[in-house]
């Protein structure tokens, strides 16, 4: 394979990448930042470091590893701070999926029956637009988008290295963006809504978890466009021509076989019929039940159990037509055949354990120490105290909450602090509905996700680039080139906004920018 250097590059840019392509293996990386923070958490507390939480009024210290608590919560938690690393299961039980898919040969067939007669130009646009709305699976489609956007990219004679890249930004940097009120909306709702009753009183304000759809749906579009030209007029032009090893490569002119055919065929209608399993489940059967709602059967699409248990539909929707597709064409023997080809699959993933292990561990502590909740409070506090009014007051808080998400990427965590700071405060400053103060947040959050190497999905997406296109790409490259996106999508977002603000409309149904007069 031979990826030849760069067309174009900035100084500022390449000194990013030399640098992030020095750091350690992320086990390494990250069991290092563990006991950073642990000596941190011993220094600050001999300081008595404290503050105060805005949520509960509460007097918070931070809490030192180094003392018989810090050893009780760690030989209490090293094990289940592993096994409760929320992308530890995912990740393995979605690559199973996907691989059966890969290696029955579901996915060549099908990129070089549609994806080869795409015109190239568009393939960023609409692998950015899937992995925008791939967010109502929630951190699901950070696992299956940039893998599916190096193959579709590969299909369409471009550099899979960029297309896993666009999948990846699509995903975090669009991760607030979508045609549909998702997960992320119920989050974010709830917390705003508890403030809401805690600062105005209880019925003075009804926040609906709707209060956002107008302007993040219509923000999926913008994303979309600002991703998927990124791609084409700058991020592809800091790469070589992709020169794939023998087998990698899809021929365009390639012609699939009647059994090919006839497996695509019966793929296709078992990932149908089990599509229309899940419709009829939701409408009329129990995966549309709302979860813990006070009303027997209860039905809504929002919270309801079909979302709850996304990850094992999801699961069950790649691995059908995969082994259906493997066992028509051949290419699986059976079930003997399936358990093999998901033990190959599973024997890649090693070096994403040992990863998980000390990403675990390092996230954790930092949690346990009260460091992320002292960084949260404390630069809330600051920004409070600059006194900065109108539409430059929003900017400077967009660009904090952008800030503050590279050390904590949780975006419910974050909100759940700075909203008691911030919704009173615009409030008060301005005006502003919460709703607002919600979308503000929203935008800088979702913009620095594209490069937060804090993210454990973008190791995953490193390690799946570095298994299918080049063993040796390195951190650097990806964070070099997802840098400028998430910065341009910020700044274009920002001015989104502001016209959006300028004219007027609603953000939501009944949500309008301010408060109504009284």
């Given at each position: 394979?031979?990826?030849t250097k760069?067309?174009?590059r900035?100084?500022?840019l390449?000194w ?13 990386l990250?069991?290092t ?6 000596v941190?958490s ?16 509460e ?13 009780y919560w ?8 592993f096994?409760s690393?929320p992308?530890?299961g995912m990740?393995?039980v979605?690559?199973a999926?996907?691989?059966l898919?890969?290696e029955s040969?579901l996915?060549?067939t099908?990129l070089?029956?549609?994806v080869?007669k ?5 393939v960023?646009y ?5 992995g925008?709305?791939?967010n109502?699976a929630?951190d699901?489609?950070s696992?299956?988008?940039?893998s599916l ?7 369409a004679?471009r550099?899979?290295l960029?297309g896993i ?5 699509a995903?975090?940097?669009?991760f607030?963006a979508?045609l549909?009120?998702a997960?992320?909306?119920?989050l974010?709702q709830?917390i705003?809504q508890g ?10 304000l009804?926040?609906d978890?709707t209060?956002n759809?107008?302007?993040?749906a ?5 994303c ?6 990124l791609?084409?007029?700058?991020v ?5 021509v992709?020169v ?22 019966w ?7 089990f599509?229309?399993?899940v419709?009829?489940?939701?409408i009329w059967?129990?995966?549309?039940i709302?979860v813990?709602?006070e009303?027997?059967?209860?039905r ?5 159990y079909?979302?709850?248990?996304m990850?094992?539909v999801l699961?069950?929707?790649f ?5 259906v597709?493997g ?8 079930v003997d055949?399936i ?8 024997g890649?993933?090693?070096g ?11 996230q954790?502590?930092?949690?346990w120490?009260?460091i992320?909740k002292?960084l949260?409070v404390?630069g809330?506090n600051?920004?409070?105290?600059t006194?900065?009014?109108g539409?430059?007051?929003?900017v400077?808080f967009i660009i904090?909450?952008?800030?503050i ?9 974050k ?6 700071v911030?919704?009173?405060m ?7 509905h919460p709703?607002?103060t919600?979308?503000?947040?929203r ?5 620095t996700?594209?490069?937060t ?21 390195k ?5 070099s080139n997802?840098?400028?996106i998430g ?7 920002i001015?989104?906004l502001?016209?959006w603000m300028?004219i ?12 109504a007069?009284?």
């Open positions: 394979m031979e990826n760069p067309v174009k900035s100084r500022f390449a990013i990448e030399e640098t992030c392509n020095k750091l350690p293996q992320p086990g390494i990250f069991m930042l563990f006991w950073i923070t642990a941190l011993l220094i600050l507390s001999l300081f008595k470091v404290s503050f105060i939480n805005p949520a509960n009024d007097v918070v210290f931070v809490q030192n590893f180094f003392s018989t608590g810090g050893l760690f030989l209490g938690n090293l094990i289940t701070n096994t690393f992308p530890l990740v393995l979605m690559t999926a996907v691989g898919c890969e040969g996915i060549e099908l070089n029956e549609r080869k795409t015109l190239p130009v568009l960023p609409v692998v950015a637009f899937i925008i709305l791939g109502i929630s699901t489609a696992i299956v988008v940039p956007g190096g193959l579709i990219f590969l299909a004679g550099n899979p960029v890249i666009c999948g990846y930004a995903v975090q940097a669009g607030s979508n549909m009120v997960g992320t909306d119920g974010l709830s705003t403030v809401v009753e805690d600062f105005l009183g209880e019925g003075t009804s926040v978890i209060c759809w107008y302007f993040m219509a923000s999926t579009f913008l979309t466009f600002v991703i998927g030209f791609i084409n007029h700058f592809e032009k800091r790469f070589g992709f794939p090893v023998q087998g990698m490569e899809i021929n365009k002119e390639k012609k699939s076989t009647p059994l090919e055919k006839k497996a695509l065929l793929a296709g209608i078992s990932m149908q019929a599509l229309v399993l419709i009829v489940f939701t059967g129990p995966l549309g709302v813990g709602h009303a027997e059967g209860q809504a699409f929002i919270g309801s079909l979302l709850k248990y990850v094992p699961l069950l929707f691995s059908i037509p995969g082994i597709y066992l028509i064409s051949g290419a699986f023997k059976g055949g358990y093999k080809t998901v033990v190959k699959i599973m890649k993933m090693g994403y354990l040992v990863f998980c292990f000390f990403c675990a561990q390092f954790k502590l930092f949690s120490t009260n992320d002292l949260a404390n809330s600051l920004l409070n105290a006194g900065f009014t539409f430059g007051m929003i400077v904090f909450s952008g800030f998400n590279i050390f904590i990427p949780s975006a419910s965590a909100w759940a602090i700075m909203a008691p911030f919704i009173p615009m409030i008060m400053a301005g005006g502003y709703a607002m919600q979308i503000f947040y935008i800088g959050d979702s913009s996700n594209a490069f190497p804090f993210s454990p999905y973008m190791w995953v997406a490193l390690k799946a680039a570095q298994d299918m296109y080049d063993p040796k790409i951190l650097g490259t990806f964070v997802l840098l400028p910065l341009v999508m910020m700044a274009a977002w001015i989104f502001f016209i300028l007027g409309l609603p953000v939501g149904p009944g949500v309008s920018v301010f408060f007069a009284g």
